[in-house]
């Protein structure tokens, strides 16, 4: 997909910027889009960080390695340690920072409990949330 010319006057906010957030940035960068990735962390690696186990480096480096690499384009900024929501509103971004466009790309950094009530009494007793898991295993 080759876009015309035009699309290097549109700025793209993405939000989160690990593995989906950094495909996407580099993807529009590629295109001529100009991105900013807003990223809650210092490093943009989400739960390649801790969720996998520690046997895993080597998978681990190279997925680093792969995000650093579509992040380092001319046309994209990292944003680092910036939580939408919290020091920047999501209205305010998307009202007055004149971005065409924001791609939400935050990842799994919190559970989402399931929507049926009383099933938070089972939890620690048969139910085992995603992130508690994870941090458990590795």
Request: charged share 25%; proline share 3%; hydrophobic share 40%.
């Given at each position: 997909?080759?876009?015309?010319?035009?699309?290097?006057?549109?700025?793209?906010?993405?939000?989160?910027?690990?593995?989906?957030?950094?495909?996407?940035?580099?993807?529009l960068?590629?295109?001529?889009?100009?991105?900013?990735?807003?990223?809650?962390?210092?490093?943009?690696?989400?739960?390649?960080?801790?969720?996998?186990?520690?046997?895993?480096?080597?998978?681990?480096?190279?997925?680093?390695?792969?995000?650093?690499?579509?992040?380092?384009?001319?046309?994209?900024?990292?944003?680092?340690?910036?939580?939408?929501?919290?020091?920047?509103?999501?209205?305010?971004?998307?009202?007055?920072?004149?971005?065409?466009?924001?791609?939400?790309?935050?990842?799994?950094?919190?559970?989402?409990?399931?929507?049926?009530?009383?099933i938070?009494?089972?939890?620690?007793?048969?139910?085992?949330?995603?992130?508690?898991?994870?941090?458990?295993?590795?």
């Amino acid at each position: 997909m080759k876009l015309n010319d035009t699309h290097g006057k549109h700025y793209v906010a993405i939000i989160g910027g690990s593995i989906s957030g950094s495909e996407a940035a580099a993807v529009l960068s590629k295109n001529g889009f100009r991105v900013v990735v807003f990223e809650m962390n210092a490093m943009p690696y989400g739960k390649i960080e801790d969720g996998l186990p520690s046997w895993h480096i080597k998978l681990r480096d190279r997925q680093q390695r792969e995000i650093d690499k579509k992040l380092d384009q001319e046309n994209i900024r990292f944003v680092p340690m910036v939580k939408i929501g919290e020091h920047i509103s999501f209205k305010d971004l998307i009202e007055n920072w004149g971005f065409t466009a924001v791609i939400i790309a935050n990842g799994a950094w919190k559970d989402r409990t399931f929507p049926i009530e009383g099933i938070e009494k089972f939890r620690d007793n048969g139910l085992i949330y995603q992130n508690d898991f994870i941090y458990w295993f590795n």
